[in-house]
């Protein structure tokens, strides 16, 4: 079964209450989520898919040789994901287009969003793009809270649109109804799955609903809905979505927040050096007036910790993070601790030296 253990239920389409604030409103609240049929222009999404495939077949070996590239086909052997530097690499290719983060700007979005939260919107500045190779299904982001990553205030609510259709044997994202009634981040715990945080039996929290997207549909929901992946169950199908963050301008936002995602040391200059020089994309959030605040760290503290005794146990999907954070990782504490278990439980040879 495509949903795992996972008995899902179809979206509730919510296209019939969109000259109905107060409906839209009642059902977001209600339900946590609300999805929209066609809500974004198919055409507008469909340049922007043709525009990364073009920067990842120009940085990479991931696209099938003489396929037709607007199918997305990738080669499955080359499946690296979020955390591997390679990916950082390729991907810091899609964070440069300016289409990209325009896409978070699209008024249809914005004026959605604008409805739901009754004010004035600031889309935050990280603008992200997934992609998800196929038959990589043990590290498909698991179900999870999305403040524990993005925080900043628990309004916050994201936008999730695919760049093609994505019916369910390619991975779209499914939500867990009502379980952002909790009203509190719950506990996480360590995964190998993208984002490394898990909320474990998600589907007693709630109703597990998703299904076919087609180009266009878009679902949204807040920071304490609990929500995550399908697997990409296709042969050699590439999944692109975007996967972006809104607020009430004026709320706190992390400082987390403000820089381009994922990609280590990349900077808001080096995004947009191609760019128009007065483009008004550049730098628009200062113009807002709102605090910064801090990024907690023990959310992502708790789950190296628990990596750690879970690897030192055995657990094989715990060893496999702990070896691409010492491949990979910058030096740190953690990589430190990372190593020594490895090197204790035989799966590491000691450094020269230790």
Same mark, same amino acid.
């Given at each position: ?17 969109? $000259? +109905? ?9 209600? *339900?946590? /989520? ?15 898919? =043709?525009?990364? @495939?073009? &920067? ?34 390729? /991907?810091?290719?899609?964070?440069? @287009? ?16 604008? !409805? ?20 990589? !299904? ?31 044997? @390619? ?20 995964? @190998? ?6 909320? !474990? ?10 299904? +076919? ?12 809905? #609990? ?13 692109? $979505?975007?996967?972006?963050? /809104? ?16 990609? +280590?040391?990349? !900077? ?18 200062? $113009? ?7 990024? *907690?760290?023990?959310?992502?503290? %708790?789950?190296?910790?628990? &990596? ?9 999907? %715990?060893?496999?993070? =702990? ?17 020594? #278990?490895?090197?204790?439980?035989? #799966?590491? *040879? ?5």
């Amino acid at each position: 079964m495509v949903g795992g253990n996972m008995d899902l239920q179809p979206f509730r389409v919510s296209n019939d209450a969109l $000259s +109905d604030p107060a409906e839209l409103r009642r059902r977001f609240e209600e *339900e946590g /989520y609300l999805f929209l049929r066609k809500l974004q222009d198919p055409d507008k999404l469909w340049q922007l898919r =043709l525009e990364i @495939l073009e &920067a990842l077949q120009a940085a990479s070996d991931w696209i099938v040789p003489g396929s037709n590239l607007a199918d997305g086909r990738v080669d499955p052997s080359k499946a690296v994901t979020e955390g591997n530097r390679e990916y950082g690499r390729i /991907y810091a290719n899609v964070q440069k @287009l300016r289409s990209q983060h325009a896409a978070g700007h699209f008024p249809e979005v914005v004026d959605l969003v604008g !409805t739901v939260i009754d004010g004035p919107v600031l889309p935050h500045p990280m603008k992200i793009t997934r992609l998800w190779f196929p038959k990589y !299904t043990e590290h498909t982001t698991p179900f999870h809270q999305d403040f524990v990553h993005f925080q900043s205030n628990l309004e916050v609510i994201s936008v999730w649109t695919p760049l093609g259709d994505c019916p369910l044997e @390619l991975g779209p994202l499914a939500v867990v109804e009502g379980s952002h009634k909790v009203g509190k981040v719950v506990d996480h715990h360590f995964s @190998l799955g993208a984002g490394g945080q898990k909320v !474990t039996e998600p589907e007693k929290r709630g109703i597990p609903r998703c299904n +076919d997207f087609e180009i266009g549909d878009t679902l949204i929901f807040g920071c304490l809905m #609990v929500h995550g992946a399908l697997p990409n169950l296709t042969e050699d199908q590439l999944r692109v $979505s975007l996967d972006n963050r /809104y607020q009430l301008d004026g709320l706190p936002v992390s400082e987390n927040q403000l820089k381009p995602h994922l990609v +280590d040391g990349l !900077t808001w200059e080096e995004v947009y050096q191609d760019w128009p020089q007065d483009d008004p994309l550049q730098y628009y959030w200062r $113009s807002s007036q709102f605090d910064v605040i801090a990024q *907690e760290t023990r959310f992502g503290e %708790a789950a190296v910790a628990e &990596a750690l005794e879970l690897a030192g146990n055995g657990d094989e999907h %715990a060893i496999i993070h =702990l070896k691409r954070a010492v491949a990979e990782g910058p030096n740190s504490e953690a990589v430190e601790k990372a190593q020594r #278990v490895l090197e204790k439980i035989g #799966v590491l *040879e000691s450094a020269p030296g230790a």
